[in-house]
């Protein structure tokens, strides 16, 4: 039996295992680091930059970086929340994110992270691009406006769903969500509701079709409590195990 | 010429194994738009097909790339550079005379590109890919005949696409380094670790900017116990103003080329890559042939000089314009046929490179030093340069000089000297390191090149006094929000958010609360973002604006809130209406 192996963070010891992310020990913790891309049940992706934490003066994703022994890392300061703030805030700027008319409020993770890291304002010029609403599909929606191209989506299909329903196109600010069929269509492909795929996207951006504002205000994910206790939304879709559930 | 042709071409190109046809597939993507293919849906499907990869995933791989995104359409697909160089060099003479010849002629496209590596003899442009140098209006003339008599690009004179070496200087590098086997047979006759440690010895640390110790990312390599292993040059030189690679490709590549040799020897690597930038395309026969001839020598292929196992080859692959893929992993991801976006690390390339081997990944002016230092001992390296920095430098120096082109120069000379020997005068700011790097101000001119100073992959663009350092970071900020990647948040918006705020600056409506916007986006960059790229799209721009306030006050309109827009400007409309010219119609402040 070895010594538990362990790493501050806000001073508090955090246990790890080999292999662990700063992240995956947290999160064992029961300490919250706010984060987008980053879903537990896929690789890490590093990509929103939300979850940056100080380790030994550099700044790095918590979802990405290797804990190791006595690591000092610093989650909940002032500097972090701050530019935690401003990289939600880009976040916001960059999309259309209508929160007061989304059907996804209340019960959005952008939204909930924005709320914990008390982000008040989009405080950017906001970048109003034109983008499209696909409700080909049966069952599902896409709303490419709320889309934050954290490709758990594209993780979901590619590694659970073995479909390879979505792909990513162009670079830069131009980079954006692509569903893969001859007609960009995500009616026109395999996708189904019992899809992976249709339960990890953080935001209002995949969306099932006939249930919108079914939550009275009050009862929504994150009414009550902050993200930090309540966990991802992806960590709170029910349900794929409810259809997977015989009924009766 | 179909999809199975195409393959087909692209692995008589190929000596290397390839476990699958996908690592091809940028490959594939590059010589169909070469040979003018047209990207169409039928196109993509049948790659699709080809290569059980979604067409859309195909699509998503060529639309990353400048070159594929927007791939030649038409017989003469016209890039001409735009960087901050060839700007200065007046290229805008050559787009507008372009645009206004060839505006509605369906056989021509023009379009503007990111550096091409020809700031020495500028301005200049890619036709086809190819490219044309010199600028000037005779050439011009010259390239308009050939259009408008419908000449093929095969059939264009040879005198038009003359690329000068320039070399101005020359030191150990340049002098010394034979590439005719020498360091390859002390290998051949010596235990791997005893050369290492030549290398080692010399202090040789990485040229493209890192500063890595070479020796110690060889032996990390040597180290991994895996049966494949890989050797990359990275030959995607693209940094805005460097061209000394373009140099070593075209007169030096039998030097580096042994470096990447003696690496695989020492590491035990058997396949090697040299990733080429796309603009570099007129580089790849000459490159071809020195390969083939190394081979005939047995300087590579099996049994390199004899030596039992020792088998190393080397493919070229070409980029498709993308400044990101200069970035060791990006470039890998990229080498693999795919979007180049860079990795999370660890684990580093050395473990986990080219698909998942363990990787050396080393610039072209690296690999012909190590060459040199094996071949003359460590020494020969060590006794220039300084402590800290042993060696030369290859500097690639253009701007407001009388002789731009590349110069050797030991490492620790400043920068003042280094400005008189390329015979600048008046020199009003230097940009070391390109647009990732430093705008170094006169007063820091006593400053040396070197890894504890100024240090740099080896762009040096000078600026006389008749420039506005304005239009050069606005370059900049174009030029990142060009070519970022996108993949993390504080990159993909900010390079957007800085280009417009530096806009605002250039056109004069910026106030001091804009200035701050910029330093607090530039400082999110720089510590928040995924990879080197974000980090430094910033520092050019803090440094105008830290280092000539004097010319920062002149350009701000106000020192509080200014609109993005002005508003004197806004009303005109309405006091043409009303026909009314008096002050009360005009806003203050704004009324010129």
Not at chain 2, 201 to 208: E, T, V, Y
Not at chain 2, 262 to 280: D, K, N, P
Not at chain 2, 380 to 388: A, I, V
Request: charge should be negative.
């Amino acid at each position: 039996m070895t010594d538990q192996q362990t790493f501050s963070l806000d001073g508090k010891s955090i246990a790890f295992e080999d292999g662990d992310t700063i992240m995956d020990a947290a999160l064992r913790s029961g300490e919250y680091i706010p984060h987008l891309c980053h879903n537990p049940e896929f690789k890490p992706h590093g990509s929103c930059r939300v979850c940056i934490v100080n380790v030994n003066g550099r700044h790095v994703s918590s979802c990405t970086f290797p804990a190791s022994q006595d690591l000092k890392v610093e989650s909940n300061t002032a500097e972090i929340k701050q530019k935690r703030q401003s990289l939600l805030q880009m976040l916001f700027v960059e999309g259309n994110h209508v929160c007061p008319g989304c059907e996804k409020s209340g019960a959005c993770q952008l939204q909930a992270v924005a709320y914990y890291c008390d982000m008040l304002s989009p405080h950017f010029t906001h970048f109003f691009p034109r983008r499209e609403v696909d409700a080909s599909h049966h069952d599902f929606l896409i709303d490419y406006n709320r889309c934050i191209v954290c490709e758990l989506c594209v993780r979901a299909s590619n590694d659970v769903d073995g479909k390879q329903v979505f792909s990513i196109q162009q670079r830069g600010i131009q980079r954006h969500l692509a569903v893969n069929s001859d007609s960009g269509r995500l009616g026109d492909t395999s996708f189904s509701k019992t899809d992976k795929a249709a339960h990890v996207c953080p935001v209002g951006a995949i969306l099932p079709k006939d249930i919108g504002y079914n939550q009275p205000i009050g009862h929504r994910l994150y009414d009550r409590q902050p993200i930090s206790q309540v966990g991802d939304v992806a960590a709170n879709d029910k349900t794929l195990q409810e259809e997977d559930t015989p009924h009766g | 010429m179909d999809i199975e042709n195409l393959f087909q071409d692209v692995r008589q190109r190929l000596n290397n194994h390839y476990d699958s046809e996908k690592l091809l597939l940028l490959q594939v993507l590059q010589l169909a738009n070469q040979k003018g293919m047209q990207f169409t849906t039928d196109f993509f499907s049948s790659l699709s097909e080809r290569l059980s990869l979604p067409a859309t995933e195909i699509k998503g791989i060529a639309s990353f790339y400048s070159f594929l995104d927007k791939p030649r359409n038409t017989q003469y697909d016209i890039r001409i550079s735009d960087n901050i160089t060839d700007q200065f060099q007046n290229n805008a003479y050559v787009i507008n005379t372009l645009q206004e010849k060839y505006a509605d002629n369906p056989k021509v496209n023009i379009a503007t590109t990111s550096c091409i590596g020809m700031n020495d003899q500028g301005p200049a442009m890619l036709v086809n890919g190819y490219t044309i140098p010199n600028l000037g209006p005779g050439t011009l003339e010259h390239v308009f005949s050939l259009i408008d008599d419908n000449i093929p690009l095969t059939s264009w004179p040879s005198e038009l696409f003359t690329v000068a070496d320039n070399i101005q200087r020359k030191d150990i590098l340049l002098n010394d380094v034979s590439g005719n086997g020498t360091s390859l047979n002390k290998l051949t006759n010596a235990e791997p670790d005893e050369i290492l440690s030549i290398i080692q010895n010399s202090g040789l640390s990485g040229r493209g900017g890192a500063g890595f110790s070479t020796a110690s990312k060889w032996r990390l390599c040597k180290q991994a116990e895996t049966e494949n292993k890989h050797v990359i040059c990275n030959a995607d030189e693209g940094e805005p103003g460097t061209f000394k690679d373009r140099v070593l490709l075209n007169s030096y590549a039998n030097q580096f080329i042994e470096g990447m040799t003696l690496c695989a020897g020492i590491v035990g690597a058997s396949q090697g890559y040299i990733y080429l930038r796309a603009e570099y395309l007129f580089l790849l026969p000459k490159l071809n042939a020195v390969l083939q001839k190394r081979r005939d020598d047995n300087l590579l292929g099996n049994n390199i000089l004899g030596k039992k196992g020792f088998d190393f080859d080397i493919d070229i692959h070409l980029g498709a314009g993308a400044y990101i893929c200069g970035e060791e992993s990006a470039l890998i991801e990229s080498l693999e046929g795919k979007r180049g976006i860079p990795r999370n690390r660890p684990p580093f390339p050395v473990t986990q490179g080219y698909i998942n081997q363990p990787t050396i990944v080393n610039n072209v002016e690296t690999f012909l030093a190590a060459a040199g230092i094996v071949e003359h001992g460590a020494d020969w390296f060590k006794n220039t340069g300084t402590e800290k920095s042993p060696g030369t430098k290859l500097l690639s120096i253009s701007g407001d000089c009388k002789k731009p082109g590349v110069y050797e120069f030991p490492f620790g000379t400043s920068i003042k000297d280094i400005l008189s020997a390329c015979g600048a005068s008046d020199t009003q700011a230097v940009q070391v390191a390109g647009a990732a790097g430093h705008m170094v101000a006169p007063d820091e001119f006593d400053h040396a090149i070197s890894f504890e100073d100024y240090a740099t992959a080896g762009s040096f663009m000078v600026y006389d006094h008749s420039r506005d350092l304005f239009q050069v970071i606005k370059n900049f900020a174009d030029f990142f929000k060009h070519e970022s990647c996108g993949f993390c948040t504080p990159c993909r918006v900010g390079t957007s958010l800085q280009s417009d705020l530096v806009e605002k600056l250039v056109e004069g409506n910026a106030s001091s609360y804009d200035i701050n916007e910029i330093k607090s986006i530039a400082k999110l960059m720089q510590t928040t973002s995924h990879c080197g790229l974000g980090a430094t799209a910033s520092t050019a721009i803090l440094d105008l604006i830290e280092k000539f306030p004097q010319l920062l006050e002149k350009r701000l309109k106000h020192l509080d809130y200014t609109p993005a827009f002005n508003l004197d400007a806004a009303l005109e409309q309405s006091r043409q209406i009303t026909g009314r010219e008096d002050s009360q119609s005009h806003i203050g402040g704004y009324h010129d």
